[in-house]
Nanobody
Framework: QVQVAESGGGLVQPGGSLRLSCATT????????MGWYRQAPGKEREFVAF???????NYADSVKGRFTISREAAKNTAYLQMDNMQPEDTAVYYC??????WGQGIQVTVSS
């Protein structure tokens, strides 16, 4: 069982920022793509961003220019920096490690 631990969610006002973290074990982290997905109420889970173990990144069009994914090998952790957040970013955010290792999900709410 691969451990995937998300943290950093919460409530933020429109235009604000949050940073999500996703930690896993070192042996898995060093060789895995780290990704973020989200699921809003009544909608299907959707791709947000990923970063390869070489540092290449990809983003959904809806978050390009606002969200930044990164990874820190010393902490076996990937981050999702979310800036200029909007109400439509409200969702449960899930970290995905490798092919199919998912975290429990973490709530992010953007509201005034």
């Amino acid at each position: 069982q691969v451990q995937v631990a998300e943290s950093g969610g919460g409530l933020v006002q429109p235009g604000g920022s949050l940073r999500l973290s996703c930690a896993t074990t070192s042996d898995i982290f060093s060789t895995s793509i780290m990704g973020w997905y989200r699921q809003a109420p009544g909608k299907e889970r959707e791709f947000v961003a990923f970063i390869t173990n070489y540092g290449s990144t990809n983003y959904a069009d809806s978050v390009k220019g606002r969200f930044t994914i990164s990874r820190e090998a010393a902490k076996n952790t990937a981050y999702l920096q979310m800036d200029n957040m909007q109400p439509e970013d409200t969702a449960v955010y899930y970290c995905k490690v490798g092919r199919d290792n998912w975290g429990q999900g973490i709530q992010v709410t953007v509201s005034s």
